[in-house]
């Protein structure tokens, strides 16, 4: 398995650009986590899904930030419009359950900067 | 709610010498546990997971980690680092139906 893929590995786009991020999870895992990741705030969770429907978008930072995941694989996250305070790597997830027992896979992340 | 405390934001350590990573959680019931790294430009890997059964657990890499439910700890060792472990480690837990929750992370430095 080619483990969880994500696209693009580095992206940078001026403020008030549209910027989506996508990611392929692994054949057979039915739950996907998008984090993000700064030097400030760690590892957070924005948002994740179970069996392509979104179970808790809590973490997603505001109105700005959305995400999709029209089949079991792919999934995208869209920051529109884009702002500097974006800036930060972009992890997706996968797992079989919700991590309990198994784990997530986590991808190589895209790291976005937003100039 | 579960939670994750990372105690050592940085720790340095000489090629060689061991290696305890510290892991303390908050969770009501028996919890799973995880241990990743993450080296630098890259995502997280797992190294290790308990759920059950024995309390010393062997990972990838020559790392084990030991839960200790007495002290709500689950400590990553290593008997002998190398240059290579130079990353940054996080401690997850999580269990039944709730999500991963994660440390915030203990960034170790080799020294030669």
């Known amino acids: 398995d080619a483990g969880v893929i994500q696209s693009p590995r580095h992206e940078v786009t001026e403020m008030g650009q549209e910027v989506t991020l996508r990611c392929k999870p692994i054949s057979g895992h039915d739950y996907l986590f998008w984090y993000r990741q700064t030097m400030m705030r760690g590892l957070e969770l924005l948002i994740y899904f179970n069996n392509n429907v979104p179970i808790d978008d809590s973490g997603m930072p505001e109105d700005r930030f959305s995400a999709k995941m029209p089949n079991a694989s792919f999934s995208t996250l869209k920051i529109q419009p884009s702002e500097p305070r974006d800036s930060a790597v972009y992890f997706c997830a996968s797992s079989k359950g919700q991590g309990r027992g198994y784990g997530y896979t986590f991808g190589s992340g895209t790291r976005l900067t937003v100039v | 709610a579960q939670s994750v405390t990372q105690p050592d934001i940085h720790i340095t350590v000489s090629e060689g010498a061991s290696l305890e990573l510290r892991c303390n959680y908050s969770?009501?019931?028996?919890?799973?546990l995880f241990w990743y790294v993450q080296s630098p430009g890259q995502g997280l890997q797992l190294l290790l997971k308990?759920?059950?059964?024995?309390?010393l657990v062997q990972g990838i890499k020559g790392f084990e980690a030991e839960f200790k439910r007495s002290q709500s700890s689950f400590n990553l060792r290593k008997p002998s680092v190398h240059w290579s472990d130079a990353a940054e480690y996080f401690c997850?837990?999580?269990?039944?139906?709730?999500?991963?929750?994660f440390g915030q992370g203990t960034r170790l430095t080799i020294n030669p």
């Open positions: 969770y009501g019931a028996t919890p799973y």
């Open positions: 308990y759920f059950s059964g024995d309390t």
């Open positions: 997850a837990v999580g269990g039944g139906a709730q999500k991963l929750v």
